[in-house]
C-alpha cells in the first residue's frame, strides 16, 4: 500500500516535488543539450557578465568544488568560456560563449511552452521566503518581503540587487 502524501514530513515533500519538476524540466532541455543546472549558470553568466568562479558558485548557492565539476563539461561543450581579466589584473573570469548564448536562448523558448510545472507566482514566492530563511546567517528581518502587486501577476517578488531569485 502506498503512503499517503499528507503524512509525508515537510522534507520528504520538498525533495520529491523538487525531484519531479527537475525531471520533468530536464526532459524538455534535454532537446537542446541542456539541464536546468546549465540554464542556471548560463543565465548568471548572461545577465552579470563574466565573474571569477567563486563568485558565481556563491550567486548559485553551490560549493565551488560542485560548480568546477560543472564549468570543466560546460566548457567541453562549448557553452562557457575563460576570458582573462582587465590588465595588471591576474586570475581569469567565467563567461557565456557564443553557442551558451543560442542554446540559453533555444531553453528559453522551450520555457515559454509552460515548463514552470504548475508553479504559480504564490508557491514561487513562498520557495524564495523558505530559501532566504533558511541560508546561513540568515535573520527574521532579512527575510523575502513580497510586494503585494508583485504576487499575482507572475513576476517574482522583490530580490536584492546581485542576488539570483531562481534555485541555483
Given at each position: 500500500?502506498?503512503q499517503n502524501?499528507?503524512?509525508w514530513?515537510p ?38 557578465g563574466p ?14 568544488q ?9 566548457a567541453?561543450?562549448g ?34 511552452d ?30 523575502m518581503?513580497l ?9 517574482s ?12
Amino acid at each position: 500500500m502506498m503512503q499517503n502524501e499528507g503524512d509525508w514530513e515537510p522534507v520528504r515533500l520538498l525533495s520529491t516535488a523538487a525531484r519531479l519538476v527537475r525531471r520533468q524540466v530536464d526532459n524538455k532541455l534535454r532537446a537542446v543539450g541542456l539541464t536546468q543546472e546549465r540554464v542556471t549558470v548560463l543565465r548568471v553568466l548572461l545577465v552579470d557578465g563574466p565573474m571569477r568562479r567563486a563568485e558565481l558558485a556563491r550567486r548559485l548557492r553551490v560549493t565551488a568544488q560542485t560548480l568546477g565539476t560543472a564549468l570543466v563539461s560546460m566548457a567541453g561543450q562549448g557553452l562557457v568560456e575563460e576570458v582573462a581579466i582587465a590588465a595588471g589584473k591576474s586570475g581569469r573570469l567565467m563567461a557565456i560563449s557564443e553557442r551558451g548564448q543560442k542554446l540559453l536562448a533555444d531553453a528559453e523558448n522551450l520555457e515559454q511552452d509552460n515548463s514552470t510545472v504548475g508553479i504559480g507566482p504564490e508557491l514561487r514566492a513562498e520557495l524564495i521566503t523558505l530559501i532566504r530563511s533558511l541560508e546561513p546567517g540568515a535573520t527574521t528581518q532579512e527575510a523575502m518581503v513580497l510586494r503585494p502587486e508583485s504576487v499575482g501577476n507572475g513576476s517574482s517578488p522583490t530580490v536584492p540587487a546581485g542576488e539570483q531569485a531562481g534555485p541555483g
